[in-house]
């Protein structure tokens, strides 16, 4: 769906009447230029500030925490519980050994004096393998370093490892997902995109609940577990555990030594510095919540009192995802530039400055961090460096391996599709009765939703300051185009349709009226069948005020491509999503609505077409102003529809990266949401031919929806209406589904 431009006859009455006599009791509205880019701007402003206040939020918090230090214990275990659900390091893992691999086209093992090396690998979860090489030392072992390479690295070639075995050490280098895209797509449907890998994980296991990042610190876990379980050669020396990474592979390293206190000692060269701009990085660093309580100080603050060691040296520079090209596009843009030395230092000092009062110089900046850590374990910090493992690489081993990695990831995330939906169907539908039971129920998944996943803001809404103006006015109706404040910077924009038969006193019922992708409010409002967006819309708005209901289309910040898109990255680290704004625009508009002298407030009804649609599963599921919904082009089996690889109309393949929603598969599907609308009315219109999924999947979610609604005793309340047609409204059952419960009489 496109914006579309004022029709011409639209244009003249609106140029004509822009400054004519506002909604009585609303101030004069003056606003000029484009109001939706002005507000997808003024969310970015907030989003901006926000960043900054969390930033120092997160130092007060943690600064405060050191000084006491009977509770820094309680409180670095809270931060760790607390790491652990942001990347969805949730998973049991599956106990194993490391064992030797034979690869096709690659040596079985390579020998040099003073070291030897092997494929290896090692169980994770069910189906899912860490792999890698590992070094062996000739002389008896002194402990264990795992290095874990930059994603674009390979383990034969990974800097140190022949040194630090040549002088001791057993030494594990696993294989991360790279940022390639070969696998980023499905070989059986042809649908291939140019995501990265690293986002072709990430994408999928976000609305599952788990990251990419996660994934991989359960692989080193894992590793910590074999190389320390009861029966492997390696557990004495792996009493002695430290870590090293590089790029992606230091964030791992950073992260596992974070979170795991067997590690003993880590060095970090290639990361280490301020992530505030999060958003601005590839997506799959994306973490819902993180920058509320971590950046890479306080990261290196739960290693207390273990040693990290920072190296300033640049990491690798990524200019983005691989080139798009015809058949494979989609990709999220978001590069890296390696931070400076003074950035490096400034991040190093806020670490110190949240853990110098606990007496132990725990982060150390030196310039070969790698050396420094090994002569910190009493190794020597001169370089041996001898050649390493397959001084040659061979592509289809590192291709085979590659694959390998991706494919069991993708199969491990697309099983808890499944998994989920068994999960939500025992904590939600197995409660569903007239009761305290489901009324409990239905409070905790309205929290779980509203603040867990797609994130509530906690701040206090200005005074609306309505300001209007008179649009233009047909027979039948005037339309008034309204704005509201929400937060400093934010505010509602929409075009509200009030019939010119009303009644002194009389109180009417509102359908809010709203469009889809990349539209504005006139898309719902204009009735010409020549306008370009009529296709979709049919003017409901202005039909449903000429049948005698008020009508409201509100304007969603969905608009711009990367520029509404890049709200979500910058709302995401705070725990917060695009929908976070739209409920705060919707509570405020809904509660301004009902103010009006001419509108019953008990009689609110939200219709949304496509993510209009979107919107009417959210927006009503959680705001109770709005007294029934109606989903049009939209009700889907939602989770699927995101995460399946295995469907063509999967978002999996769009350029639509902002669908994942954080773990929304453990939270609430679209029956779910249909169920935090209940006891109210719920209507679902779907056309045979419309694209956004398919009847099968819809019937079955909707079942779910009606067998609910009949368990409640409230089945007459559950409506679809299937038409022939495509993604658009048609307007026959819902209309007769608001005139019944809007109680407004059919003309």
Known sequence: MKTIALTSLLAIAIGAMSHADPLPGTQPLEAAGDLSAKMVAGIDQWLVRETSHAAEERARTWQAATGDHAKWDEFTKARREELRSVLGIVDARTPGLIEEVSIAGAPAEAAHGKWSAAHVRWPVFPGVHGEGVLFRPATPPRGVIIIVPDADQIPEHTPHATEFAAQGFFVLVPVLVDRRDNWSGVEAMQRFTNQPHREWIYRQSFEMGR???????QKVFAALDALRAKDSPFTAAAQQMSIVGYGEGGLIALISAALDERVKAAAVSGYFGPHDSLYSEPIYRNGFGLLRNFGNAELAALMTPRRLFIDPAPGPKIDGPPPAEAQRKGAAPGGVTPFTSEQITAEKDRADAIIHRLGSPVVTMAPKAAPALFAALGGS??????EGFMTQPVPTLIDARQQRTVRELEAFTQGLIDVAERDRTARIWAKIKPGAEWDATQRALHESLWRDSIGKIEADFLPPNPRTRLLYETEKLRAYEVT???????????????????KPGERRPVVVCQHGLEGVPEDTVNPDPKGPAYHFYKGFATQLAEQGFITYAPHNPYRG?????????????LGLSLFSFILAQHDVTTQWLAGLPFVDPQRIGFYGLSYGGKSAMRLPALLDRYCLSICSGDFNEWIRKVVSTNYRGTYMTT???????????NTANYAEMAMLIAPRPFMVERGHDDGVGMD???????AKVRRGYDKLGIGDRAEIEWFDGPHTIHGVGTFEFLHKHLNWPQK
Do not use: C, H
Request: aromatic fraction near 18%; charged fraction near 25%.
């Open 484 to 502: 509201l404040d929400v937060f400093p910077d934010v505010f509602a924009w929409g075009w509200l349709l009030v019939p010119k038969d009303l």
């Open 561 to 573: 491509q990367d520029n509404f898109r890049v709200l979500q990255r910058r709302a995401n680290p």
């Open 211 to 217: 990251t990419v990042i996660g994934y991989e610190a």
């Open 696 to 702: 099968e999947w819809v019937g079955y979610e909707f």
């Open 655 to 665: 350029g639509e990266y902002e669908m994942p929603e954080w773990n929304l598969a």
């Open 381 to 386: 910090s001169e370089s041996t460096e001898t």
